[in-house]
């Protein structure tokens, strides 16, 4: 370094205007490479951040970054980070090498000062290095400050990702809970599963126990039976030779001593031994006498079935021998015939296309259009009389089903009518006929409606006094 006391080193550097400005230039741009490459590394950490371990950054983004940092720091938005990175290094490097080939020729070597310089130069370095430091100062604040933004920035992402894992950990701990409620009902419904195979593995316990007591003691009586059994055979073995020593019996005597012993059998209790029956040996065992019992049974049941078949045959002739029965026919009523199904059908759907037609002559009531605006309109009177002949045709035909009706209804109770060929009496047309005869109707007025000339026509109607004040509201209105 200049300035040590060493031979061949300069004691001192003197630098021109021209050189100090280089260096300076020199300085910026270093600064400038710095910035950049410090902000591109800030915003690549921030991104870095929140990615796993095995993940990193795409190049278009880091390039996206180094735009964003040229523009910043550069102050040149269309111009390439890589072209003002590389022009900025080749500015240090190119004034690098010219002011290092310069000082090893000598060009900035200076003769050395004097040992006490005076105090104004002292002062004057003094002061140098006091704004050196504070320029240095500046720089190293600027760093803090560019320091705590990405501290600040990385708290924040920290600060995001607790919350994230503090919202994570709340549903493991909703998951953790319903897991331990879950495992819980398991463990009650498994223990109540395991009490109750306690209880059942007691029973079938105490069922074995018992079905075993109860083997014991059937072996218990089994091996008694069994020695009486085997006391009762040597009697029986001994008393057979005793009856080989004697005569041997007759063929009526062994048939009469098995049947005997047959019968002592049957009557003898179910699982008890039957008696021994005293006397000499017995033949119930007999091939010859075994096989004549077979054949008498088959002949017995062929006597019983040909036994049944004459009974059958007998019976039979005697059914064929009486005289035959007379069987009424019985005849059908009206009204059980097929055409009441479709009389009574038709009427229903009579009745259900008149209901019908009043309910939309109920819901679509036509008002009496009295302005005339159009001159094809009718008059308010066709109109009102219109209505009260699609009325009039309502009610015949209301009459008239209420005729039919009744018909039916009389026709389909049995004993309410006698076929004749009369016709049904007292129709409706007949009863009003009847009452426009009678002597207490009173003549209240006539209505007449205009129309063509020689078409009219007289009708005489007689109204309650209920249907005259409709017809009198419906003519005012």
């Not at 919202?167 to 953790?176: A, D, F, P, Q, Y």
């Not at 819980?184 to 029973?203: F, G, N, P, S, Y």
């Not at 009424?328 to 009206?334: D, E, I």
Request: glycine share 6%.
């Amino acid at each position: 370094m200049p300035g040590t006391d060493a031979p061949g080193i300069p004691a001192a550097l003197a630098f021109g205007p021209q050189v100090s400005d280089t260096l300076l230039d020199c300085r910026k741009h270093l600064t400038w490479v710095v910035a950049v490459l410090q902000e591109v590394a800030a915003a690549a950490a921030q991104l870095v951040a929140p990615l796993a371990e095995n993940e990193g950054l795409p190049v278009a983004t880091l390039e996206e970054l180094a735009f964003k940092a040229n523009e910043q720091i550069y102050g040149a938005p269309s111009s390439s980070p890589h072209e003002c990175l590389r022009q900025s290094c080749s500015i240090l490097i190119s004034t690098m090498n010219k002011v290092a080939t310069a000082m090893q020729e000598g060009e900035y070597d200076a003769e050395r000062p004097p040992s006490k310089p005076p105090p104004v130069e002292l002062r004057a370095a003094a002061l140098r290095a006091e704004i050196t430091d504070a320029e240095g100062l500046g720089l190293k604040l600027e760093d803090r400050e560019t320091v705590i933004k990405e501290l600040k920035k990385s708290l924040k992402i920290k600060g995001e990702e607790l919350s994230e894992a503090n919202v994570r950990l709340s549903l493991l701990e909703k998951k953790l809970d319903s897991a331990a409620k879950d495992a819980d009902e398991r463990i009650e419904k498994v223990q109540t599963r395991l009490e109750e195979t306690q209880a059942l593995l007691r029973k079938k316990e105490k069922e074995f126990e018992e079905t075993m007591d109860a083997l014991q003691a059937d072996i218990d009586q089994l091996e008694a039976e069994k020695a009486e059994l085997k006391q009762r055979l040597n009697s029986q073995s001994k008393r057979t030779i005793e009856g080989l020593r004697g005569p041997p019996p007759s063929g009526i005597a062994t048939l009469v001593s098995d049947i005997a012993g047959e019968e002592q059998q049957r009557g003898s209790a179910p699982g008890q031994a039957p008696a021994s029956v005293p006397g000499p040996g017995l033949v119930k065992d007999s091939p010859l006498l075994l096989q004549q019992i077979s054949a008498m049974r088959l002949h017995i049941s062929q006597l019983q079935h040909e036994n049944s078949v004459l009974k059958g045959a007998q019976m039979k002739a005697s059914l064929a021998a009486l005289p035959p029965l007379h069987v009424a026919k019985l005849s059908l009523p009206p009204h059980e015939g097929p055409g009441s199904e479709l009389a009574t059908g038709a009427l229903y759907r009579k009745t259900a296309q008149l209901l019908e037609t009043l309910n939309q002559l109920s819901t679509h009531t036509r008002v009496v259009d009295i302005t005339r605006a159009s001159p094809a309109a009718k008059s308010p009177s066709a109109q009102l009389l219109e209505q009260v002949a699609q009325l009039k045709a309502l009610s015949d035909t209301i009459e008239k089903l209420k005729d039919e009706v009744l018909k039916e209804t009389v026709s389909q109770r049995p004993g309410a009518t006698v076929p004749t060929d009369f016709a049904t009496f007292a129709s409706s047309a007949f009863l009003r006929a009847k009452e426009e005869q009678q002597d207490d109707t009173v003549y209240v007025g006539k209505v007449t409606f205009s129309c063509a000339a020689g078409l009219g026509q007289r009708h005489r109607l007689v109204l309650t006094q209920e249907q005259l004040h409709q017809l009198h509201g419906r003519l005012i209105s």
